[in-house]
T-cell receptor, first 115, second 114 residues
Framework: DQQVKQNSPSLSVQEGRISILNCDYT??????FLWYKKYPAEGPTFLIS?????DKNEDGRFTVFLNKSAKHLSLHIVPSQPGDSAVYFC??????????????FGQGTILTVHP | GAGVSQSPRYKVAKRGQDVALRCDPI?????LFWYQQALGQGPEFLTY????????KSGLPSDRFFAERPEGSVSTLKIQRTQQEDSAVYLC????????????FGPGTRLTVT
């Protein structure tokens, strides 16, 4: 039962354009969402996050949008750079103390930014 | 240390062997997580420690998997009698405290069982 889904295995964009990565979830109890970036042979690196009480969070070139009614979030990267080429994982965490903040991840989307 | 470190980075084990994977979290981080990442998939939760207490081991796939964090810092994930389906990358992550959602990951240990 995949509670967090990234339906696009890969995305290719031109340098300078916008990259939009999508993520859907099924568990309405998720209350915090994160995006991680992963280069080969390295662990995931935290990129940006959003609480369920917000619908947008921005950090430099990265913006995350959350649509709770649709159970959908997206990561926008503007402008995209070749160094952004990596695997991007969406992750979600449950509300409440007993979750301890453990993360449920999507399958990942491989982003390739062409010069 | 600056980040989470894991050792070994790569481990090849013959089926039936026992392995031990080590994680050094960021100093002062209370929460420590282990995840398993199969090829082409996202990380999947294995177990959680709050200091030395293992509060959640619901993700451990079988009783061959055992984890400990005896002094509340370094953690070891042990897999007994390894099977081919145990081949994966094992990731360790730490966070400052429970409820602090941002987790910092180590580089992982790639385990190959032949």
């Amino acid at each position: 039962d995949q509670q967090v889904k990234q339906n696009s295995p890969s995305l290719s964009v031109q340098e300078g354009r916008i990259s939009i990565l999508n993520c859907d979830y099924t568990n309405s109890m998720f209350d915090y969402f994160l995006w991680y970036k992963k280069y080969p042979a390295e662990g995931p690196t935290f990129l940006i996050s959003i609480s369920s009480i917000k619908d947008k969070n921005e950090d430099g070139r990265f913006t995350v949008f959350l649509n709770k009614s649709a159970k959908h979030l997206s990561l926008h990267i503007v402008p995209s750079q070749p160094g952004d080429s990596a695997v991007y994982f969406c992750a979600a965490s449950l509300a409440g103390g007993t979750s301890y903040g453990k993360l449920t991840f999507g399958q990942g989307t491989i982003l390739t930014v062409h010069p | 240390g600056a980040g989470v470190s894991q050792s070994p980075r790569y481990k090849v084990a013959k089926r039936g062997q026992d392995v031990a994977l080590r994680c050094d979290p960021i100093s002062g981080h209370v929460s420590l997580f282990w995840y398993q990442q199969a090829l082409g998939q996202g990380p999947e939760f294995l177990t959680y420690f709050q200091n030395e207490a293992q509060l959640d081991k619901s993700g451990l796939p079988s009783d061959r998997f055992f984890a400990e964090r005896p002094e509340g810092s370094v953690s070891t994930l042990k897999i007994q009698r390894t099977q081919q389906e145990d081949s994966a990358v094992y990731l360790c992550a730490s966070s400052l405290a429970p409820g602090i959602y941002e987790q910092y990951f180590g580089p992982g240990t790639r385990l190959t069982v032949t």
